[in-house]
């Protein structure tokens, strides 16, 4: 138990920290909250449109399913896993890798957790208000109020930042081979909202971009968008398998590429 | 246990890179491009005691800011063994930074946001410290470093000197033994620099804290180090106590004539005498000792110009530096 207690000691004080580092801007989560009301609220009054043109129903799902899909997908983007990415490229290309690799830290793990550590505030605040407020303005499918919901949801939601951070991660380590890491970002973030439900619930895809969004990483990674519907009480355990294989995959990936590119660093001026 | 903190053999570091061949077309630039290689540190070997107080200087792209980061565990070096307090850099760095306290002049480890206390804490816990260390530890620091005017303040919001006096107290939390600067006095004005020199002497007498840095500020290591390794293209041209290194050009003197009236025309000098600097009010002479005597030198100097005042001197330590540069450079 101390063992356990002193391997998450640094995690829970970054995580600590970077509250704190929030707390003190309040101005940052303002911005994020009209970012995401602008972004999820247009959206939603979109769909709440199609879905009454076509007479409430589309592909057998009805707007409440797909408003809270929509929810849980910009809930889970604020904690801004993605930007792992960039950051370890900014670590590469500014030369800061140098002051993390002189410390006794793992430093793909720290990166992992200060990128957990910078959305927390921001997505705990935000999620909690918008989601009372989009529960009072629409209501609550019933799917979510049965009892496997929320440790799926949890159990998803861990999943998928886990799975995110390993993906986003892997390209962030590019960068020490090919130092500007956009155009591969660019690529895996767009697939990533196309199958993640970001433009267009996974409900309504037609079945082989279902399939793609299922069985591939980039899907899988927002899987939390799918525990609204009426399929993930008999299929979550094999949702959260698919995640599972991934977070394995990916995770073994991300390890052999940081051992390699450790070999790699090359600093300015040395 | 050895007397030696830091021993360095046959230290090689290559680094290679693609580099685009003008007669070749471009798809054989992009799939099989040419492949350069560059020697940053070439074979270079030394050792150093525990407390010493180091000045590892060159010129830029001599190779010490490559030695330094294969010192600490960030590069692999290509060949050759580095061994600091008993511990291999490349197979155990996180041991290693235990052991080991690093500032980069020119970066930041510090929390830019959040009060400079916040930071300290931080990196108690990245070093494995209790909480009851911490606090005993940063007070220590703070009393050592006098940063109590400033430690209630967001880091972003401190003068550079500010920030370098709380960036080696963040390097020296956990006590470090070895502690790695790579230009530390970077931007700081005068009293700054002092300053910080004065705190890095401090830790060393009171904590025997052995003090490897790089620099190119002269007065960091006139000041602080006792001995000098000059390095220039990736090899140790020099190893010798600092007040030995002003010795090296002893053999040089320099003159300076200050004209009665004013320098007109600056005719050739007598072999072993070269003008240095030439201005119509005062004329600087180097003198090589081994050629011709300074007494002499100045007979012939008196000869060819009509002077109000003569001063004669040994090159400063810059100077002394600046000499082994380019000696060696022209070795090349």
């Known amino acids: 138990m101390k063992k356990i207690r002193k391997s998450f000691r640094l995690p829970i004080k970054i995580l600590k920290t970077l509250i704190k580092d929030s707390i003190q801007y309040p101005t940052r989560i303002v911005v994020d909250t009209i970012a995401i009301l602008a972004r999820c609220g247009i959206l939603l009054i979109l769909y709440w449109y199609v879905f009454k043109l076509s007479n409430g129903v589309i592909n057998g799902t009805t707007f409440i399913f797909a408003a809270w899909s ?24 500014s030369g800061n890798v140098e002051v993390l690799f002189s410390k006794p830290i793992s430093y793909l793990s720290y990166r992992m957790w200060w990128q957990v550590g910078s959305g927390l505030y921001s997505f705990v605040v935000i999620t909690i ?10 209501g609550l499918p019933y799917t979510m109020v049965i009892g496997i919901f929320i440790p799926t949801l949890l159990l998803t939601f861990l999943c998928g930042i886990v799975l995110s951070l390993f993906m986003y991660a892997i390209v962030g380590l590019l960068s020490f081979w090919i130092e500007d890491i956009n155009p591969v970002f660019w690529i895996v973030d767009k697939i990533v909202m196309i199958l993640g439900g970001s433009y267009l619930p996974v409900a309504l895809f037609p079945p082989l971009m279902k399939k793609i969004a299922l069985y591939t990483p980039f899907g899988a990674s927002q899987f939390v968008t799918h525990t609204v519907y009426e399929s993930w009480q008999t299929n979550w355990y094999q949702l959260v398998g698919i995640q599972l294989f991934w977070i394995v995959l990916l995770g073994l990936v991300a390890y052999f590429m940081f051992l390699k590119a450790r070999e790699k660093v090359s600093v300015n001026g040395g | 246990m050895s007397s030696n903190s830091i021993i360095v053999s046959n230290l090689t570091k290559k680094f290679s890179f693609s580099a685009r061949n003008e007669s070749s077309g471009w798809l054989k630039n992009l799939f099989s491009p040419e492949k350069k290689e560059i020697i940053a540190v070439n074979n270079i070997s030394f050792s150093v005691k525990h407390g010493e107080r180091i000045a590892f200087i060159g010129p830029n792209g001599a190779g010490k800011s490559t030695t330094i980061k294969m010192l600490t565990g960030i590069l692999f070096p290509t060949s050759g063994n580095v061994n600091i307090l008993g511990l291999d850099p490349t197979k155990n760095r996180k041991k290693l930074a235990y052991q080991i306290g690093t500032v980069f002049g020119q970066r930041s480890q510090l929390l830019p946001n959040l009060p400079l206390t916040d930071s300290l804490e931080f990196f108690g816990v990245m070093y494995d410290m209790s909480e009851k260390e911490i606090k005993t530890r940063i007070t220590e620091l703070i009393e050592l470093f006098d940063l109590d005017s400033f430690i ?3 880091v972003r919001k401190l003068s550079l000197g500010q920030r370098m006096r709380a960036e080696v107290a963040a390097s020296l939390i956990h006590k470090p033994k070895i502690i790695l600067l790579d230009e530390p006095t970077i931007g700081l004005d005068v009293v700054a620099k002092k300053a910080l020199r004065d705190l890095l002497l401090k830790i060393n007498k009171e904590e025997n804290t052995t003090i490897f840095l790089t620099s190119h500020d002269v007065g960091d290591i006139e000041s602080l180090c006792e001995r000098t390794i000059v390095i220039n293209h990736g090899e140790v041209i020099k190893d010798l106590p600092t007040e030995d290194l002003s010795k090296t050009f002893i053999y040089e003197k320099y003159i300076d004539l200050v004209a009665k009236t004013s320098f007109e025309n600056f005719p050739e000098l007598p072999k072993g005498i070269t003008y240095s600097s030439k201005d119509k009010n005062k004329i600087t002479v180097i003198v090589d000792i081994k050629t011709i005597s300074v ?21 400063d330590l810059e100077t002394v530096i600046r000499h082994i540069y380019e000696k060696d450079s022209q070795k090349l």
């Open chain 1, 70 to 93: 929509i929810f849980f997908y910009f809930s889970f983007m604020l904690l801004r896993l993605r930007d792992i990415s960039r950051l370890m490229m900014q670590d590469i290309q």
């Open chain 1, 129 to 138: 208000l918008a989601a009372i407020a989009l529960g009072l303005i629409i």
């Open chain 2, 295 to 315: 007494q002499n030198s100045l007979k012939e100097l008196l000869t060819l110009f009509e002077v109000e005042d003569i001063d004669v001197y040994n090159a």
């Open chain 2, 152 to 154: 209630t303040q967001p």
